[in-house]
Nanobody, 126 residues
Framework: QVQVVESGGGLVQPGGSLRLSCVASGFTLDDYAIRWFRQAPGKEREGVSC????????NYEDSVKGRFTISRDIAENTVHLQMNSLKPEDTAVYYC???????????????????WGQGTQVTVSS
């Protein structure tokens, strides 16, 4: 069955880096869009970045542009989120989600994503 599993979260100091991974099973990345979401305590879940076959450079929310990079490893059926220059406000549970998608452009709408991972905690603190 379709499944995504996140890993790579942890505790890091401000200015540090982490790389999150989203391993996909039961489908191939070329047929799906993958989006990273995050949810901080007391806040709504928000989209961070997404990638698909037609949008391989990725799409980013303004708050992470220039600091985060999303990429696909087709051989490993994995999507990575490289997070640099981390700030305390990046602290959240990060979720990977998948949606069947072979169209052009970005797929950002949360309600289009119907396969979710369990989340991985990212804490940015000194």
């Amino acid at each position: 069955q379709v499944q995504v599993v996140e890993s790579g979260g942890g505790l890091v100091q401000p200015g540090g880096s982490l790389r999150l991974s989203c391993v996909a099973s039961g489908f191939t990345l070329d047929d799906y869009a993958i989006r990273w979401f995050r949810q901080a305590p007391g806040k709504e879940r928000e989209g961070v970045s997404c990638i698909s076959r037609s949008d391989r450079s990725g799409n980013y929310e303004d708050s992470v542009k220039g600091r985060f990079t999303i990429s696909r490893d087709i051989a490993e059926n994995t999507v990575h989120l490289q997070m640099n220059s981390l700030k305390p406000e990046d602290t959240a549970v990060y979720y990977c989600a998948a949606a069947g998608y072979t169209g052009s452009g970005h797929l950002t709408a949360r309600d289009k994503y119907n396969y979710w991972g369990q989340g991985t905690q990212v804490t940015v603190s000194s």
